[in-house]
């Protein structure tokens, strides 16, 4: 068995699903097979069964969520240092602050409803504003709108 401290969490182990690769010039490297499934599996063990979230696994949620501490802020409806307080595991969240997180965490993975879209806007959004790209607009048939 593996212990699996890569992902930030403490207490995860890989039964099977991992090897080791000889790279040239790097020795010996860990390889996990699928591992955005098992990110996502993690994840969903979270939010369905732990009672409440420890530090590690709130910033772990964000990770997968693609999110940065401003825009998981920003949602949540508190500062970023609060953020870094519960990731730290200096604060908790509030009980609902935590399920606001499940949900989200949940509408982003299963990406079917308008909340996953949301957090994909917003995603882009960070990505713009850390590129300082430039705003395009295009008039269509329904007015004016933000060209892709």
Known sequence: MLKYDDCGLRNIWLKNGYRYEAIEGHGKCLEIADINGLHRTIAHQLVNYRKRLSGPEIRFLRVEMGMSQNRLADCMGVDEQT?????????????????????LYLEHADGK???????AQWNDIDRQELEEAKQVFQETDDGWRMAA
Do not use: G, H, N
């Not at 730290?88 to 602050?97: D, E, F, H």
């Open 83 to 103: 953020i870094s307080l519960w990731e730290r595991s200096k604060r908790r969240p509030t009980v609902a602050a935590e399920r606001m997180l499940r949900l």
């Open 113 to 119: 409803t308008k909340v996953a879209k949301m957090i």
